[in-house]
């Protein structure tokens, strides 16, 4: 009778545990899937970071699911990508948008207004592209003394609206310095003659003007070249490619050239300089919306 009495109440307990197991692992799913159809409400209302703790949550109740692990990661690469086209690193921002989209079977909503943002980027790079092309031929012509034909070329920037969106807004500060500055060369509130004189002499030959190096440095004994080729190391004076590029491209060795005449033309020996150094107040004019001579003039 008691070896029965015992076998019931084996029983008994056994059907609950199984029933506790069974009905904690019930609101597990049940929570779990609450949190999922939560976290993709609150990407339809394009909140995010609440979708992100939505997803968070699911993936607590469900440790390892692939489909909760699997939006949670999508969701923090949008998130990453809004953050950085926020900072206008549109480049960046474009590559986070591109790993949302290639998250297979993710959110389609996430993944659909990724596409819409990569396409976006795309249009304002190009408008970057087209504004900077456009700034540099008014730069140049600056730098030729021609200042009116500057200033017109720069209306090209000006007169489109789009210019005055925030992703722009480089673009349109270096366009109205260079203008400001073209403006006192055309009114006479700074010497424009030297800025002629640069232009008018920046294709004349480097042995009419004695502040610019020949095409020949100074000569090295044979051992001192062979320690020269085989030094493969880097110290202060190592150039890197960044240091030789200007908006992504090389600075080439003509536009070295004439920025030494240019240099030279200002009253500066550009003999003192390395070409690195002249790299440097190339990319540093460019920057501040200067002539070469405008530039070396102000800090040499």
């Known amino acids: 009778m008691k070896k029965w009495i015992w076998i019931v109440i084996a029983i008994v307990i056994g059907a609950s545990v199984g029933g506790y197991a069974y009905a904690r692992h019930s609101q597990n799913e049940k929570i779990y899937a609450e949190a999922m159809q939560r976290g993709r409400l609150q990407i339809s209302n394009k909140k995010y970071t609440a979708a992100e703790t939505s997803f968070t949550n699911a993936l607590k109740r469900k440790p390892n699911d692939d489909q909760a692990d699997k939006v949670l990661n999508q969701t923090q690469s949008f998130i990453s990508a809004n953050d950085l086209f926020n900072d206008l690193k549109f480049g960046q921002a474009k590559s986070e948008y591109q790993s949302v989209v290639d998250t297979k079977k993710g959110n389609e909503l996430l993944s659909d207004r990724a596409k819409a943002k990569i396409t976006k980027i795309k249009g304002i790079q190009k408008n970057r592209q087209n504004y900077n092309k456009i700034y540099n031929q008014a730069l140049d012509q600056a730098g030729d003394g ?87 190391g880097s110290n202060e004076y190592t150039v890197t490619k960044g240091d030789r590029d200007l908006d992504g491209k090389p600075i080439t060795a003509a536009q070295v050239t004439r920025a030494r005449k240019q240099i030279s033309a200002a009253g500066v020996d550009s003999n003192a300089m390395s070409d690195q150094d002249v790299r440097n107040v190339i990319k540093g004019a460019h920057k501040n919306g200067e002539t070469i001579g405008q530039y070396v003039k102000a800090r040499y």
Do not use: M, W
């Open 146 to 232: 021609q200042y009116t034909e500057s200033n017109s070329t720069l209306d090209k920037i000006f007169s489109d609206k789009s210019i005055h969106q925030a992703y722009y807004a480089d673009i349109l500060k270096k366009a109205e310095t260079l203008r400001d500055k073209n403006n006192d060369a055309i009114s006479g509130n700074s010497s424009s003659s030297s800025n002629s004189f640069e232009s008018s002499t920046s294709d004349s030959s480097t042995n009419n003007n004695p502040n610019v190096s020949g095409s020949k440095g100074a000569s090295l004994t044979s051992a001192e070249k062979k320690a020269a080729a085989a030094y493969k």
